[in-house]
């Protein structure tokens, strides 16, 4: 299975704790994960996750809530719609830019429907 988790809150106070959680403990159930970061922490993701192997950081030019990473993430997540099976975006009309591949939840929410979401993914899909 392949999700893309968006990480612009990474290092954000509550769903930034979350966001590392859950991508380290998917990563470590062989789920490959896809993620967009600010530049300004790529040291940090770096030093976080640097010993898990199939986490594909996208390390972008813009902060969360900017007009320009509204823009920029709509390009980026139309092209990983091929590679990805599910995607957890906070604000961002998933729905409208990858064909209808999208997880319902958005907003602050998100991170907390992952682990059903993908439960039930696992359990349709017999993965």
């Known amino acids: 299975m392949k999700l893309y988790l968006d990480g612009l809150l990474y290092k954000s106070a509550g769903i930034g704790r ?3 959680s859950l991508t380290k403990e998917f990563a470590k159930r062989g789920i490959k ?3 967009c970061v600010p ?3 790529r040291n940090d993701f770096e030093k976080d996750f ?3 192997p199939n986490i594909e950081p996208i390390f972008v030019d813009f902060e969360k809530f ?3 990473g509204f823009f920029t993430q709509s390009r980026i997540l139309k092209q990983l719609k091929e590679e990805v099976d599910l995607f957890f975006t906070l604000f961002y009309p998933t ?3 990858t064909g209808g591949i ?3 939840a958005t907003g602050y ?3 907390l429907s992952i682990l059903f979401m993908v439960l039930s993914y696992i359990k349709d899909r017999r993965i």
């Open 95 to 97: 729905s409208v830019l």
């Open 50 to 52: 640097s010993n898990i």
């Open 33 to 35: 994960i896809y993620t």
């Open 18 to 20: 979350y966001y590392e």
């Open 109 to 111: 929410l998100v991170y």
């Open 66 to 68: 900017s007009l320009k």
């Open 102 to 104: 999208l997880n319902p």
């Open 39 to 41: 530049n300004t922490l």
